[in-house]
């Protein structure tokens, strides 16, 4: 079992920025990728960027690309995502996750099988 607490969330102006962390309790070989989802209300889950423990290989969202950064510190095993230039649309609760996967792969919620309790953001215009 892999446990994530999420933090960092909170309430920012449009054009602000956030910084969300994530947790592991540890790495196992079913938590090879850590990622972040979001979901608005009366919205599906949506991708928004992931990274592996290992390499470090990053995979962003069409939508966050040149405004988000995914990173991890191993040592901690702690997964960051800086957010910059918040708009609106950015605004939803922030799930962690971790899974095994490549490429593509990714990008899809079900290659992930462990799920953080989410952390709210909320950006006002």
């Known amino acids: 079992q892999v446990q994530l607490v999420e933090s960092g969330g909170g309430l920012v102006q449009a054009g602000g920025s956030l910084r969300l962390s994530c947790a592991a309790s540890?790495?196992?070989?079913?938590?090879?990728?850590m990622g972040w989802f979001r979901q608005a209300p009366g919205k599906e889950r949506q991708f928004v960027a992931a990274?592996?423990?290992?390499?470090?290989?990053?995979y962003y969202a069409d939508s966050v690309k040149g405004r988000f950064t995914i990173s991890r510190d191993n040592a901690k095993n702690t997964v960051y995502l800086q957010m910059n230039s918040l708009k609106p649309e950015d605004a939803a609760v922030y799930y962690c996750?971790?899974?095994?996967?490549?490429?593509?792969?990714?990008?899809?919620?079900?290659?992930?099988?462990?799920w953080g309790q989410g952390t709210q953001v909320t950006v006002s215009s």
């Open positions: 990274i592996t423990w290992t390499v470090g290989n990053t």
């Open positions: 540890r790495r196992t070989l079913s938590s090879t990728v």
């Open positions: 996750a971790a899974g095994r996967c490549s490429g593509y792969e990714c990008y899809r919620n079900d290659e992930y099988g462990y």
